[in-house]
């Protein structure tokens, strides 16, 4: 925490931050989800609030997976009962469309499913400020609505439910923890007043990262000076020798998550148990998650195949849905390396030449940082680019296959951004809830 942030360290920097928060906006909540980040921030704004003499509570917004470690749920529980003087909780047990990598017959899964109740990992909470099926007064919430989409209108709701009041959701997110997260955090084009970890959601509704400068390091000295409680999960992990940036607290079958999901097995056998039987492939993907069985490392080429022809056969092996969600991407993708073209450094573009790739150079790029050369690729996609020393980011059949190997249904191995990807509606979500009623839910 002595790491410098312009003329003070982090902590104080969050002072600073929470001070300014707190005089621009009238009502604030933070998304907690159980992990140390969110858990870390809570706890500081709940110090910031008692300091201060802050009369108003803290909103507290927590999105229940189902699927988690009993310590998680233990936790979150511990927390909002130990701070209802403080705190106006919001525990959201709603059935929602959460990604799923862990097969290639479900692109998505639906925690608290009502037609799969028998099948929960575990019982619905019972806490009078659940919200649920039976007691949901949020009426942006459609049924079975992306997870993302639940948690961006709910803000829009809080704005609502307080009379069109200027809101702020403090969230946990640190730009260290991914280039993306960074690209998300520091967003100048939709900062506030000039602060870039402030982003717009909606008219009057706002997200903070207000650690967002923050360490691993910073998180855990914290917590130790403090004294602040955190989910206990983080010493099984460490015991069980588990790096801290691979530590994760989120739905066990999202891209993110599944490499260590063999440690439910280890670490909370009883949930484990129910995970096999909740969604497709849980079992295959803990034994083979890190195996050439999942694309995880590099794999041989079937006999009498290429990469093009076994993409093609994998894909014919898919179900509908999911087949047409990864043809949308590579078409995609194919369509702008053959019209537009990727940014690739001289070096790159040098090695294409001298090994006979078919290319054109076709401008500057200005979505790259030191403005590299576009460079587009003349006929068809190669096959592989296993001869490109200098480079992977270049496109070809057999990085389209690692995908589908993968699991990879945002087609990240690609390059695919998440954002853009939160921006499409999958026509197998539209076909199947395009029925559905507007609101889903009776407003109590």
Not at 127 to 137: A, R, S, T, V
Not at 244 to 268: E, G, H, I, Q, T
Not at 426 to 438: A, G, L, R, S
Request: hydrophobic share 35%; proline share 3%; net charge positive.
């Amino acid at each position: 925490m002595d790491k410098r942030y312009l003329k003070s360290n982090v902590f104080e920097a969050f002072q600073d931050r929470l001070s300014y928060i707190f005089s621009e906006f009238d009502y604030v909540y933070v998304s907690f989800s159980g992990g140390k980040d969110s858990g870390l921030l809570l706890n500081l704004v709940l110090d910031y609030k008692r300091k201060h003499n802050i009369s108003s509570k803290i909103g507290v917004f927590h999105q229940d997976f189902e699927a988690q470690y009993s310590m998680t749920t233990e936790y979150v529980e511990k927390t909002f009962e130990e701070n209802l003087e403080d705190i106006e909780p919001y525990w959201v047990c709603l059935p929602m469309a959460t990604r799923t990598a862990v097969g290639n017959y479900e692109m998505f899964w639906y925690p608290w499913d009502d037609e799969k109740e028998e099948l929960w990992v575990r019982k619905m909470p019972v806490k009078e400020y659940i919200i649920n099926q039976e007691n949901n007064p949020f009426v942006y919430y459609k049924y079975k609505m992306r997870q993302e989409s639940l948690a961006k209108q709910f803000g829009r709701w809080m704005r609502d439910k307080h009379k069109g009041a200027k809101v702020a959701c403090l969230l946990g997110t640190r730009a260290s923890e991914s280039l993306q997260r960074y690209c998300a955090i520091v967003n100048k084009q939709h900062g506030y007043k000039g602060k870039c970890w402030i982003t717009n959601q909606f008219k009057n509704v706002w997200t903070a990262s207000p650690i967002y400068d923050w360490e691993i390091e910073d998180v855990w000295l914290a917590n130790y000076k403090f004294n602040y409680d955190y989910n206990k999960i983080y010493d099984l992990f460490y015991k069980a020798g588990v790096a801290p940036r691979s530590m994760r607290v989120a739905s066990p079958f999202n891209d993110s998550a599944k490499d260590s999901l063999n440690l439910y097995r280890v670490l909370d056998p009883d949930v484990w148990m129910k995970l096999v039987a909740r969604v497709q492939g849980v079992n295959f993907t803990s034994i083979y998650g890190k195996t050439k069985a999942m694309g995880y490392r590099s794999i041989s080429l079937p006999d009498g195949h290429t990469w093009k022809s076994f993409t093609y056969f994998l894909l014919d092996t898919l179900p509908e849905n999911i087949r047409k969600n990864y043809i949308k991407k590579f078409s995609t993708s194919i369509d702008f390396w053959h019209n537009r073209g990727g940014g690739l450094p001289g070096s790159v573009i040098h090695e294409l030449i001298m090994k006979g790739y078919k290319i054109e150079l076709n401008g500057v790029s200005n979505y790259t940082k030191d403005k590299k050369i576009r460079v587009k690729f003349l006929g068809d996609i190669p096959d592989d680019t296993d001869d490109i020393k200098f480079t992977k980011d270049i496109p070809s059949w057999k990085r389209m296959c690692y995908c589908i190997l993968k699991n990879d249904h945002m087609c990240k191995f690609m390059g695919f951004s998440p954002t853009k990807e939160q921006r499409v509606r999958t026509e197998y979500i539209k076909k199947k809830y395009e029925k559905i009623h507007e609101i889903g839910v009776k407003v109590l």
